[in-house]
């Protein structure tokens, strides 16, 4: 079973010490996670917090005090004691730590010009830090081949480069349990290889390009598009279902160019699923730059006049909302404060994959920001109103309602028979066609704003690129602008972290945190959750006791 983080925090503390310095850590902790906790440099490999401790690539060596003298012992898999004196860089440890990662780096090809891992390796970063021996191999190299394998759906395999940590083999065998990788031959020759006829085939694969920490396993949709020290990283969330899994954005030249999963031991601890990794490529297709009137494409000035005009034919009362689980906090909020009481959110039938690792049949990431600011989502009375005509004009918001075609068609029959209808949306989707005027809006990755995922968690989102048509707003601006427009508000919000600073002061559990103070890893809310926790019932979180205090400090 996962252990609760709030356990984790009120386990007792202990002194021990660490290259002569007093140091307190949680008991329990091993001596990696000790180092880690008071960022005290030391080597690993094969060690990972969020898999099982395997102890193969003995780098981590230390030493350590007994009742017999000094002693040698890994730090991944030694639990400090209380009194417990540790030495990470004595002359024994350091030539240990050396040894091990010449072995290492022995039969390991200099490919790194070519290697998607350069700039991110920890052979190349563990040997600059730790190593720096002399060349001193007398033997011809031992050539192991295997280069370029396909062994999946997403997965390149080079089984040279790989230096047996088997951290990948760990996380198929104990997270996702597919096994779809092992280790081969004896001695100098073992190499890591799929089974024959079973290719690496499951919802999380590309975690283990992640967790490789040589590029012996690589992505086939990054493999040689970027190189990694180009790119710009934005912390993010994913809105591919209601779990919200922290990730970073990472662009170049205003492009992205891949989803990495952000540590987060309230969500996702490291791991993200393919959909999520690689929903990145629609921020850049089928985008919708200018606006829509009638099928033909007009400038923002055009619109903006269109609007004025349309707002003044109606009366407020006759004006109608759409929003839904699409949008941030900051549209919701505005669309509930200013707007009346013709705002409707419309929550679409959950038709997703689920399982019990992160995915969940959600497909929309703020299903919770409509019940935390308890909006009207009576499908039948908003249909009445529009029936009786009480409703004439309908604005929908980053919702496209066509898509669930099958589920609401009784109401987009109605809603098609209105005189007038708007829609905010960044894309060029089947509802667009079907609009009278469609508005571009900034897409996720190109607004700062907050959601609320299936476990009542808010965590921000920032900006990671700018739009090709820099001039158009966000959904939460524009319906700010629509509000002072029509007198509902006394000025134009100029930023969703303006309006969230707004609304926080109306929330006790909020208050405390503006926009720019929402920690990394989101505050918890008391909202009740739709949907279990990540990984309940799955053994999983091996090591996570052994977050580092650093960490433990942050999430209080």
């Known amino acids: 079973m996962t252990q609760n983080i709030h356990d984790i925090q009120e386990r007792k503390k202990i002194k021990i010490?660490?290259?002569?310095?007093?140091?307190?850590?949680?008991?329990?902790?091993?001596?990696?996670?000790?180092?880690?906790?008071?960022?005290?440099?030391?080597?690993?490999?094969?060690?990972?917090?969020y898999l099982p401790v395997d102890g193969n690539c003995?780098?981590?060596?230390?030493e350590i005090e007994t009742p017999r003298g000094r002693m040698l012992t890994i730090g991944c898999n030694t639990k400090v004691q209380d009194g417990m004196v540790i030495y990470t860089n004595s002359e024994n440890a350091i030539r240990a730590q050396k040894s091990a990662l010449e072995f290492l780096l022995l039969d390991h090809p200099l490919d790194c010009p070519i290697c998607d891992k350069a700039g991110e390796c920890s052979l190349q970063d563990n040997y600059m830090d730790f190593g720096r021996y002399d060349f001193r191999r007398i033997v011809?190299?031992?050539?192991?081949?295997?280069?370029?394998?396909?062994?999946?759906?997403?997965?390149?395999?080079?089984?040279?480069?790989?230096?047996?940590?088997?951290?990948?083999i760990r996380f198929l065998d104990n997270i996702t349990q597919t096994s779809e990788l092992g280790i081969i031959h004896r001695g100098h020759a073992s190499k890591i290889s799929t089974y024959p006829g079973k290719p690496i085939s499951n919802d999380y694969s590309g975690n283990i390009t992640d967790i490789c920490p040589v590029g012996a396993l690589t992505l086939k949709e990054f493999r040689f598009k970027q190189r990694v020290w180009f790119l710009k990283k934005t912390k993010s969330i994913c809105v591919e279902c209601a779990r919200g899994c922290s990730i970073t954005m990472?662009?170049?030249?205003?492009?992205?160019?891949?989803?990495?999963?952000?540590?987060?031991?309230?969500l996702n601890r490291v791991w993200i699923c393919d959909k999520g990794r690689f929903s990145f490529k629609k921020y850049h297709e089928n985008r919708l730059w200018?606006?829509?009137?009638?099928?033909?494409?007009?400038?923002?000035?055009?619109?903006?006049?269109?609007?004025?005009?349309?707002?003044?034919?109606?009366?407020?009362?006759?004006?109608g909302w759409i929003l839904g689980?699409?949008?941030?906090?900051?549209?919701?909020?505005?669309?509930?404060?200013?707007?009346?009481?013709?705002?409707?959110?419309?929550?679409?039938?959950?038709?997703?994959?689920?399982?019990?690792?992160?995915q969940l049949p959600q497909e929309y990431p703020n299903e919770q920001g409509i019940r935390f600011f308890g909006m009207n989502v009576h499908q039948q009375e908003l249909q009445s109103k529009i029936e009786k005509e009480q409703i004439k004009l309908l604005f929908i918001v980053e919702i496209d309602i066509y898509r669930f075609l099958a589920n609401w068609r009784e109401l987009i029959e109605k809603i098609q028979a209105l005189p007038y209808k708007i829609y905010f949306t960044s894309f060029q989707d089947e509802t667009s066609k079907h609009m009278d005027l469609v508005i571009p809006v900034r897409s996720h990755a190109e607004i700062e704003g907050t959601y609320i995922n299936a476990t009542s968690l808010l965590q921000k989102s920032e900006a990671s690129i700018e739009p090709e048509n820099s001039f158009i707003s966000s959904s939460a601006v524009l319906l700010s602008q629509i509000a002072y427009l029509a007198g509902r508000i006394p000025r134009i919000f100029s930023s969703n972290?303006?309006?969230?600073?707004?609304?926080?002061?109306?929330?006790?559990?909020?208050?405390?945190?503006?926009?720019?103070?929402?920690?990394?890893?989101?505050i918890k809310l008391s909202l009740p959750k739709i949907a279990n926790e990540p990984f309940q019932g799955v053994k999983v979180d091996f090591n996570i006791f052994m977050i580092p205090e650093t960490q433990l400090t942050k999430m209080r």
């Open 140 to 168: 011809p190299r031992y050539f192991k081949k295997g280069k370029a394998i396909n062994a999946g759906d997403h997965i390149v395999l080079d089984q040279e480069r790989c230096i047996l940590c088997t951290r990948c």
């Open 290 to 319: 200018n606006p829509i009137l009638n099928q033909n494409e007009i400038d923002l000035t055009q619109a903006t006049l269109e609007l004025e005009n349309v707002l003044k034919t109606y009366h407020w009362n006759e004006i």
């Open 250 to 266: 990472e662009q170049n030249f205003n492009k992205i160019w891949r989803f990495m999963p952000r540590e987060n031991p309230h």
């Open 325 to 358: 689980p699409y949008s941030s906090m900051e549209t919701l909020y505005i669309a509930k404060k200013y707007f009346g009481e013709n705002v409707y959110a419309l929550i679409p039938p959950a038709t997703g994959k689920k399982d019990e690792l992160l």
């Open 497 to 522: 972290s303006e309006i969230y600073n707004e609304f926080k002061n109306e929330y006790e559990e909020l208050k405390q945190y503006s926009f720019s103070n929402i920690p990394d890893f989101g």
């Open 17 to 49: 010490k660490i290259n002569d310095n007093e140091y307190e850590v949680l008991e329990g902790m091993n001596i990696v996670e000790a180092c880690d906790a008071y960022e005290i440099p030391l080597e690993r490999f094969c060690y990972h917090r």
């Open 58 to 62: 003995r780098t981590c060596m230390v």
